[in-house]
Every structure is written in C-alpha cells, then in structure tokens.
C-alpha cells in the first residue's frame, strides 16, 4: 500500500438518491420539465427497489469520499426504511430527512396532517433511526405546518431542513400566496435557526441572507445539480461576505464528488468577485465535512485515506496537498479508511 493521508469523511448534507436514475434523461427544457421526469421516476419506486438501487448509489458515495448522508426523503415510509436498510449494509452513516408534504407533488409523497407526519417521524426515532425534520418546500407546506414544524423541531433539538429559493418562479408564488420571500416565510413561521439548513438558497436577496446569517442557519450548496437543472448560481460572494455556514450536497446525483462540488463552490465565488482563494482550502475542506455533519446533527462519521501516490498529486510538494487537492483532484483520489 502506498502512502495515504487520513482526513475526516465528506458529508453529503442532501440526496435524492434515486434521482441517479435520472442521470443522462434530464437534457432539454428547464427545471420544471426536469421535474416532471423526477416524479415519474418518484412514482415507480418499491421498497425492493430503493433498497438495492440505493445501496449501488451508496457504495458510490463511500467510493467518492462520503461517508456520511442526509437522505432527503420523500417517497414513502416503507420506502424511508429500504433507504435505511441499504445504508446499514453498505457502511456509510445516514441521517433520514423525512420530507413533510401537504400539497403538490405525488399523493405518495404527501400526508394527511401535521399529526401524521410526525407520527411517522417518531416510529423512525422509535427503532433508533437518526432522523431530521424536512418541510419540503414553501410550495409543499404551507405556514400552519411551517410554524408546527419549526417549533417541533426546536424543541426536540433536531435537523431542520428545506429547499428554498431554488427557482424565480417558487418566490414569485410564495409572494402571492404570502406577500413575502421563501426565506423570510420560513423566519416568520419560525422555521429558521441554528438547527436549520436551506438547501440551495440560489436566488436568495441581501435581505434573506442577512436573516439566514442572524438566525444561525446553515446553506447546503448542491452546485453540480444547480448547473445541470439550469438553478443558476448561488450567490456565494455574499454569503461569504456574512459569514454563512456553508455545506455541500450531491443532491440529484447526476455527478458523485465531493471535491468536485468544493471545486465548482469555489469557482462561483471566484467569477464573481474577481478574485482566487475566496473560501480558502482549510474553509472548503470544512463545508465538506464538519459543516456537513453539524447540518446532520452528527458527532461522529468514518474517516477517509487520500492516495498521496496518485497521479494527480505527483510532483506535488507536501506543503501543497491540500491546495491541491481541492484545486486538481478527483474522487479517484480518495477510499474509504479500510477499503
């Protein structure tokens, strides 16, 4: 075995494991197009299905660098607990997003009462299941369920997450219904504190990020999906600026690499600000990781070996591995500590 250096696992904040599937059907149209697509596939999902599909996914995510993931979940209960399954037989930790939904969607995704859902919630923690509250969306939950499910969530101490700002058109009918923003929705309904995180944020104004920077919350960046649906781009000058927690995500996983998501992070801020070395490695190396498990809610997660014999780190001197590797490398770079 050639020589290695061991660093915390990555940790993979958001996934919608079986959007892999999708990966090479999503070309053309706009996000929404792409959503019809999603559901389709959402549709034809099993228990049988989500446990072998999920664990292929997961053995690629351990292969990559992730040994930690925040499923965000929303296909089923049956289903929630195959995901569950296929992460014990592969080895990587998870943190279950069970997703509330009351509109929209498909009928499987949806329940029927706030008291439904957390009903399922708490069978999950019964049979020791780490699991976070995930509001899916302003579009999905509307403010009585926000208000209900931020203040459980506060009292329990666990995860809240939720997609917000993703697309023009989601805040354009978040104004209509509620006269304001996705952002500063989710701060009146009390939904937005240091347990939350808001997955994407890329169309977020001046004015929500300052109440996300004053709350405590944290911003799951999902940059290789945000290009291939088209999102746009997260304005991570400005969360910079604030000072924003920061962590990473495959979401729709039509790429699986941490470094490549870092990578990119970094690259949205450099093109917008004019300048290299926005974040810095030892902050992207942080998002990618602790960032990642405070999101979850996680303590501990497996650690992972970088090859320091691969060609992409030859020539490099020791005291640039780090730039290096965050700047010029792939996941091929990096196994699991054991494997």
């Known amino acids: 075995m050639g020589e290695t250096l061991t660093l915390p696992g990555f940790v993979n904040a958001h996934s919608h494991t079986f959007q892999r599937a999708l990966r ?26 989500v446990r072998e599909s999920y664990a292929t996914a997961y053995r690629e995510l351990l292969a990559a660098g992730y040994t930690a993931v925040g499923e965000f979940h929303y296909l089923g209960l049956e289903e929630a607990r195959a995901a569950v399954q296929a992460a014990a037989e592969t080895g990587i930790e998870i943190v279950l997003l069970l997703a509330a939904y009351a509109r929209g969607g498909l009928p499987r995704m949806r329940q029927e009462s706030v008291v439904a859902y957390l009903h399922e919630l708490e069978g999950l923690r019964e049979n020791s299941i780490r699991v976070g509250l995930a509001p899916h969306s302003v579009r999905a939950c509307p403010a009585d369920w926000l208000r209900e499910l931020g203040a459980y969530a506060a009292a329990e101490g666990l995860p809240l997450h939720i997609h917000a700002d993703e697309q023009p058109r989601e805040i354009e009918e978040c104004l209509t219904e509620h006269g304001c923003r996705p952002i500063e929705l989710l701060e009146r309904t009390g939904c937005l504190g240091p347990l939350t995180t808001i997955v994407h944020a890329t169309h977020a104004n001046g004015a929500e990020l ?36 920061l962590c990473i995500g495959s979401d729709s996983n039509v790429r699986i690499d941490p470094l490549e998501e870092l990578r990119e992070l970094e690259g949205i801020a450099r093109r917008q600000t004019g300048r290299r070395g926005v974040f810095g490695t030892e902050r992207l190396l942080c998002f990618g990781a602790d960032e990642g498990a405070r999101s979850l809610g996680l303590e501990a997660w497996p650690e992972i070996e970088i090859d320091l014999d691969h060609l992409s780190l030859a020539g490099v001197e020791p005291g640039d591995v780090f730039d290096a590797l965050v700047s010029g490398c792939g996941a091929d770079v990096i196994r699991a500590s054991g494997s």
């Open 24 to 49: 090479g059907r999503a070309g053309g149209g706009d996000f929404w197009a792409w959503r019809e697509l999603m559901l389709a596939e959402a549709e034809r999902q099993t228990p049988e299905l």
């Open 210 to 245: 300052d109440l996300v920077a004053e709350s405590g919350a944290t911003i799951c960046v999902c940059p290789t999906t945000e290009a291939d649906l088209a999102d746009g781009f997260l304005p991570a000058a400005r969360i910079e600026h604030r000072g924003i927690p």
